[in-house]
């Protein structure tokens, strides 16, 4: 009995992994080889197991609800309202060409993989497999090319569609270089009327020459205006780089002159430019002009951690002998673990993991580095580095290591949070808020609250900041400690709920038809109108709940949270994007050209490839 049951158990187990691994299959197959499915249109995807459809038989397309791998609801609804219909089955359809260079094409771009691969024989030999009509007919690598042009052009095109609906947007911008090439990255940010955050990558562009402030602004300018955004961007958020702050300061618009300049200067003759020497004169100069400027709030914590703190270390001797030593021991056991097989393995042994070894691109390694030493105990620690033949570390510097990462665990949260996918600007301030309180419950933390202060000085006041942080239900006021500065954040919210309102004329008041000897006769009061209340709306979203949705209940309060809230507080979605360049740009794609380069990345980034597989998938076999 016992052996019966375990075989049982076994031969159900391989039945479930092979029902998982053939799962898309199944689903595919359920409306694939129902006789009936001509009968119904696709309409919208409602969860990962059921979807919805309409009835092409019911007057008025009846919308209906079933689920992927089943149709018994569509058949009981055939058997119930449409009896009396004389129904036709239809004959199998399988996949078509079109599907087929679709599904190879969502491969390829996904992967990241050579278009060559659609030439390569054993790949063609999977791909004929697919069941159609006549065999599927993948093209050759050139005419593939060519299809993969056509889709970007749709996906540029549908993009452009998109941010012109949109009326508040934000984008962020950095120069990647690599095989001694340069890169300008820009992506965009924005908040729909569902309230759902959009981002997509804008461009990935070769830019040649100095990187100096005005080349960035032209290449900023240009790919803004490409898509249409002049007037929209709320912000470019980039890092502290000198050639970036500078290019976004000088180039800022220039303001219109107040019209009572402009009336003064009514009666004045006009005075005339001769046309040649005024496009002599621009071109030489940055006439350009470019959003607001956020800087990396990740980049600025980062300069925090490794500048600021490493100064303020080496300025006392007592402090700097035991950091220097302590972390030159760290340095000198993270290089024999990595140079040496031997040297892992023993490691390894005793810390059960392996040794993290830290990078200059992110400080965030230097911290999880440091604490993956320390959770090594010392009377384990010494007798390894006997081992790999390196200094020991002694009491005090293993105790220096520990408040070092007790000191700087607060960073990297923070770090965390702005750095991600769905953090939005209003989460700036809590953030940085906290940040400062816990610090101040810390030992030896007065130099990284001076920094703090002193790097975000700009920012903790910024007007853009607080509406940012007041307008996301989940913070509000709730992350204000200062009454006072709680009733200027909620002034500065009423004063700018009043600026979102659409202008109210007094529509409200029913005119009276009546004579003029008649209005003589009677003497009426002046009724108060109904007009809006910028205070009530406020105090009511304060007082209500704290989910996204609320927004939906306060039009003006919504309009202001996509406008300033749809910036990220970090440039961390650009750092993504290079990080797939890097796989795309990859040693045996070395002889790419750049504009193929930049389109594969910006398919990738913004996965239009494999979206637009699926739509084209459910409209198929749905």
Same mark, same amino acid.
């Given at each position: 009995g016992c052996r019966y049951s375990s075989a049982t158990a076994m031969v159900a187990?391989?039945?479930?992994?092979?029902?998982?691994?053939?799962?898309?299959?199944?689903?595919?197959?359920?409306? !694939?080889?129902?006789?009936?499915?001509?009968?119904?249109?696709?309409?919208s995807l409602k969860s990962d197991k059921n979807i919805s459809v309409r009835c092409t038989l019911c007057i008025g397309r009846k919308l209906l609800s079933t689920s992927k791998n089943s149709t018994s609801n569509l058949s009981k609804h055939l058997a119930r309202c449409h009896k009396n219909v004389k129904l036709t089955e239809n004959p199998q359809d399988p996949l078509t060409d079109v599907t087929a260079v679709k599904l190879v094409a969502a491969y390829i771009v996904e992967d990241m993989l050579p278009i060559s691969t659609v030439d390569s024989e054993s790949f063609?030999?999977?791909?004929?497999?697919?069941?159609?009509?006549?065999?599927?007919?993948?093209?050759?690598?050139?005419?593939?090319?060519?299809?993969?042009?056509?889709?970007?052009?749709?996906?540029?095109?549908?993009? +452009?569609?998109?941010?012109?609906?949109?009326?508040?947007?934000?984008?962020?911008?950095?120069?990647?270089?690599?095989?001694?090439?340069?890169?300008?990255?820009?992506?965009?940010?924005?908040?729909?009327?569902?309230?759902?955050?959009?981002?997509?990558?804008? %461009?990935?562009?070769?830019?040649?020459?100095?990187?100096?402030?005005?080349?960035?602004?032209?290449?900023?300018?240009?790919?803004?205006s490409s898509y249409g955004l002049q007037g929209k961007v709320i912000a470019t958020v980039t890092d502290n780089a000198s050639n970036f702050a500078k290019a976004f300061r000088v180039c800022q618009p220039c303001h219109l002159e107040s019209e009572s300049e402009n009336e003064e200067g009514d009666d004045e003759e006009p005075t005339f430019t001769d046309v040649i020497e005024a496009l002599s004169a621009a071109s030489g100069d940055a006439q350009f002009s470019l959003p607001p400027h956020y800087r990396c709030a990740s980049h600025t914590i980062n300069l925090i951690s490794t500048s600021d703190v490493d100064k303020h270390l080496n300025s006392c001797a007592d402090t700097?002998?035991?950091?220097?030593? &302590?972390?030159? +021991?760290?340095?000198?056991?993270?290089?024999?673990? &990595?140079?040496?097989?031997?040297?892992?393995?023993?490691?390894?042994?005793?810390?059960?993991?392996?040794?993290?070894?830290?990078?200059?691109?992110?400080?965030? &390694?230097?911290?999880?580095?440091?604490?993956?030493?320390?959770?090594?105990?010392?009377?384990?620690?010494?007798?390894?580095?006997?081992?790999?033949?390196?200094?020991?570390l002694n009491e005090r510097e293993y105790q220096f290591l520990k408040e070092y990462c007790t000191v700087m665990k607060p960073l990297t949260v923070a770090l965390d949070i702005l750095q991600g996918d769905e953090c939005t600007y209003g989460a700036l301030l809590p953030t940085l808020t906290s940040l400062i309180k816990i610090i101040l419950f810390l030992v030896a933390s007065y130099c990284m609250l001076q920094a703090i202060k002193t790097r975000f000085d700009a920012v903790l006041d910024s007007q853009e900041g607080l509406l940012?942080?007041?307008?996301?239900?989940?913070?509000?006021?709730?992350?204000?400690?200062?009454?006072?500065?709680?009733?200027?954040?909620?002034?500065?919210?009423?004063?700018?709920?009043?600026? %979102? %309102?659409?202008?109210?004329?007094?529509?409200?008041?029913?005119?009276?038809?009546?004579?003029?000897? /008649?209005?003589?006769?009677?003497?009426?009061?002046?009724?108060?109108? /109904?007009s809006f209340s910028a205070e009530k709306e406020i105090t009511d979203f304060l007082r209500s709940g704290y989910e996204l949705e609320i927004l939906n209940q306060f039009p003006n309060l919504k309009k202001m949270y996509m406008k300033y809230n749809s910036p990220t507080p970090s440039s961390a979605p650009v750092?993504?994007?290079?990080?797939?360049?890097?796989?795309?740009?990859?040693?045996?794609?070395?002889?790419?050209?750049?504009?193929?380069?930049?389109?594969?990345?910006?398919?990738?980034?913004?996965?239009?490839?494999?979206? !637009?597989?699926?739509?084209?998938?459910?409209?198929?076999?749905?």
């Open positions: 187990r391989v039945s479930t992994i092979e029902n998982m691994e053939r799962g898309i299959e199944y689903d595919r197959a359920a409306f !694939n080889t129902w006789k009936y499915r001509h009968y119904f249109e696709f309409d063609r030999r999977i791909v004929e497999k697919i069941p159609t009509k006549s065999g599927v007919k993948l093209p050759q690598r050139k005419s593939f090319v060519g299809y993969l042009e056509r889709e970007y052009d749709k996906m540029n095109s549908n993009l +452009k569609a998109t941010l012109e609906e949109a009326e508040f947007v934000s984008t962020t911008a950095d120069i990647w270089t690599v095989n001694n090439k340069s890169f300008m990255g820009v992506t965009v940010h924005w908040i729909n009327s569902t309230l759902q955050h959009n981002k997509a990558a804008l %461009a990935c562009k070769r830019i040649r020459g100095s990187h100096t402030y005005d080349v960035i602004g032209a290449e900023i300018e240009e790919i803004h700097k002998a035991v950091y220097r030593s &302590s972390i030159a +021991k760290c340095s000198a056991l993270w290089t024999k673990a &990595s140079r040496s097989t031997l040297a892992s393995e023993q490691v390894e042994e005793v810390s059960r993991r392996k040794l993290m070894v830290p990078t200059s691109t992110r400080w965030n &390694s230097l911290y999880e580095a440091i604490s993956r030493i320390i959770t090594i105990p010392l009377n384990e620690l010494n007798p390894l580095c006997v081992k790999l033949g390196i200094k020991c940012a942080a007041a307008t996301c239900p989940k913070f509000k006021l709730r992350w204000l400690r200062d009454e006072r500065r709680r009733e200027y954040v909620k002034e500065l919210l009423i004063t700018e709920c009043r600026k %979102a %309102a659409p202008a109210t004329e007094n529509t409200n008041v029913s005119q009276i038809s009546a004579s003029p000897a /008649e209005m003589d006769f009677f003497e009426f009061q002046n009724q108060p109108t /109904e750092e993504r994007l290079f990080s797939l360049g890097g796989l795309v740009l990859s040693p045996k794609r070395n002889r790419m050209s750049d504009r193929r380069f930049e389109k594969l990345l910006l398919m990738r980034y913004n996965h239009y490839v494999f979206v !637009n597989f699926i739509y084209l998938f459910f409209a198929l076999f749905i």
